[in-house]
């Protein structure tokens, strides 16, 4: 969940996972460069409910519904959905991992699947305001405030930046500050346009009104801008100092400038928020690198989350074939990519899995072959006690909700599910009211399920 509000609030943020089709290259969205083109899309909100013994077994049992849901939407080139990107992760070293206490039977009952919202064209991220209300991001360029209460869909607020929309580009991230019932300020990652068809991945910080935004301010701009449509990341996370984790992708066909530190590809940056750099980071004082710099190596970051128990920042990024990774950034390490993956290259070329050998650091975890990671939470509510302490990832190319049992830094086991939506999972949040709310991407009738357990 986003520390801003497991932290400074009582609100709890919704994770959702998020389903971005993909053309050619990549498991996790479209790396063909198809150019999406917005239109006036119906987003229908539904009240989908459907019960299913989902009492978890030894080995984990899958619990997965598939909805009947019609709704009328923009007819958009669909994206090709066989694609994935390597992962590199890092680790911010504050406090150490904390052990699990073991299996918490479940209560009696069963997995609830409710679909909340239907008709989405491309979404991409939610975060919960103090309110309850919540924000959406389209990749279309569009934010969105959800009343949570009737589940209806406001019109597209004012005042966003103009985004590159095409690929994998376009308006990504959304993050409430921790002070927001105070500064009412979010903050938006999104990829700008830049001169000769280039582009990159920025940040704003802006302040939230009723229908529009006002004091928009760019506090971070991915440098170089460079030509390709994939590998924009991104993913943003308060970690305990308050300051802005930004998580980015080397752009795909700059692959090598993930191990140079004159750039921003393939790399995890953190700033305060108003984009200034903390005087603790790990490469201040040497002119040759980039200060804002926090961990790289990395290839395409599109989860990040705080553990609620010790404010610890976990990532997972995209490999290739095979190599998707877990990890905690630490401090100006390098995690690897492209010199060290636990996958291969799309064109068959072998990758060395050793990390560590190589003066890398190794991923906590991996999978191969790739599940094409997106959106990323712990889980510490009430609803479902038995998962407390769980990661929770969603799977674009895997097309399910990943349940990954951690034991300190270890992954002990995982389960599958909502594998029966046969649904692109692009994010997923834990809301106020405990419930995890999943994020479905599509080219028109993306959807939001809330999961309880009744």
């Keep these: ?57 030894p080995d984990g049992a899958k619990s997965d519904v598939m909805p009947d849901i019609t709704t009328n939407a923009d007819t958009v080139e669909p994206e090709d959905d066989t694609t994935t990107a390597p992962n590199d992760a890092g680790t911010i070293d504050i406090m150490e991992p904390v052990p699990d206490s073991g299996p918490v039977e479940p209560p009696p009952g069963a997995l609830k699947v409710t679909t909340v919202l239907s008709g989405l064209v491309r979404p991409w991220a939610i975060d919960f305001l103090p309110d309850g209300r919540m924000l959406l991001t389209r990749r279309t360029g569009d934010l969105h405030i959800v009343d949570t209460a009737t589940w209806t869909v406001s019109a597209p607020l004012s005042g966003v930046p103009a985004v590159w929309y095409d690929g994998q580009g376009g308006l990504l991230d959304v993050l409430v500050d921790p002070n927001f019932e105070e500064n009412n300020t979010i903050y938006l990652s999104y990829s700008e346009p830049g001169s ?78 108003d984009g200034t750099i903390p005087n603790d980071n790990p490469f201040i004082g040497d002119s040759n690198v980039l200060p804002e710099i926090w961990s790289y190596g990395h290839r395409n970051i599109q989860g990040m989350a705080v553990h609620p128990d010790t404010g610890v920042v976990y990532i997972h990024e995209h490999g290739p074939k095979g190599g998707d990774e877990i990890n905690r950034p ?4 390098n995690y690897g990519w492209p010199l060290a993956c636990y996958g291969d290259h799309y064109s068959g070329v072998d990758i060395p899995d050793d990390h560590a050998g190589q003066g890398f650091t190794e991923p906590l975890h991996y999978w191969t072959p790739s599940i094409a990671p997106s959106g990323m939470t712990f889980y510490d509510g009430d609803i479902f006690p038995h998962w407390k302490g769980n990661i929770f990832v969603g799977a674009l190319a895997g097309k399910h909700l990943a349940r990954v049992v951690m034991n300190g830094d270890e992954v002990v086991n995982e389960e599958q599910l909502l594998t029966d939506l046969n649904q692109r999972f692009r994010a997923v949040e834990q809301g106020p009211d405990d419930a995890l709310y999943v994020l479905s991407d599509d080219a028109s009738n993306g959807q939001l399920h809330r999961l309880t357990w009744e």
């Design 1 to 57: 969940m986003k520390y801003t509000e497991c932290v400074a609030h009582t609100l709890v943020s919704l994770t959702l996972v998020g389903v971005l089709l993909m053309a050619s290259g990549c498991q996790d969205d479209n790396e063909n460069g198809t150019e999406l083109t917005p239109g006036a899309d119906t987003i229908s909100a539904l009240d989908t409910n459907t019960t299913v013994d989902a009492t978890p077994q």
């Design 330 to 333: 630490e401090a100006g390490s």
């Design 196 to 273: 000769n068809g280039t582009a990159g991945t920025a940040v704003v910080r802006a302040t939230l009104g009723e229908n529009s935004l006002s004091q928009v301010a760019k506090i971070f701009e991915q440098v170089p801008k460079v030509v390709g449509p994939n590998h924009f990341g991104s993913r943003l996370q308060f970690d305990p100092t308050g300051a802005l984790m930004v998580g980015l992708g080397e752009r795909f066909d700059y692959l090598d400038d993930a191990q140079t530190l004159d750039n921003h590809m393939g790399k995890l940056v953190r700033i305060h928020p």
